[in-house]
């Protein structure tokens, strides 16, 4: 985490992911959910936000599994791209 001032309060913030560390880290993260970790846990062990770990998933490519814990037939993704 990193400290600022913004009028006159000392506030956290934590840096932006970029470049090679951002792509390490959404490597990292999928490694993680492919093993069976939830997208939660993993965040969570990242110190990072649930969406933030999920953005980053689907940047790495991962294939999501719906809420009850499957795998799409044939690995897809139901269709949706990696955005």
């Known amino acids: ?16 992911l970029q470049g090679k560390k951002r792509r390490k880290t959404a490597a990292q993260l999928r490694e993680k959910y492919e093993a069976g970790c939830s997208v939660r846990s993993v965040a969570d062990g990242a110190e990072l936000s649930y969406g933030t770990a999920h953005r980053l998933l689907r940047e790495a490519g991962t294939v999501m599994r719906d809420r009850a814990g499957r795998v799409p037939a044939g690995g897809s993704d139901l269709g949706r791209g990696a955005s």
């Open 1 to 16: 985490m990193t400290t600022a001032v913004r009028r006159g309060v000392e506030v956290l913030y934590r840096p932006r």
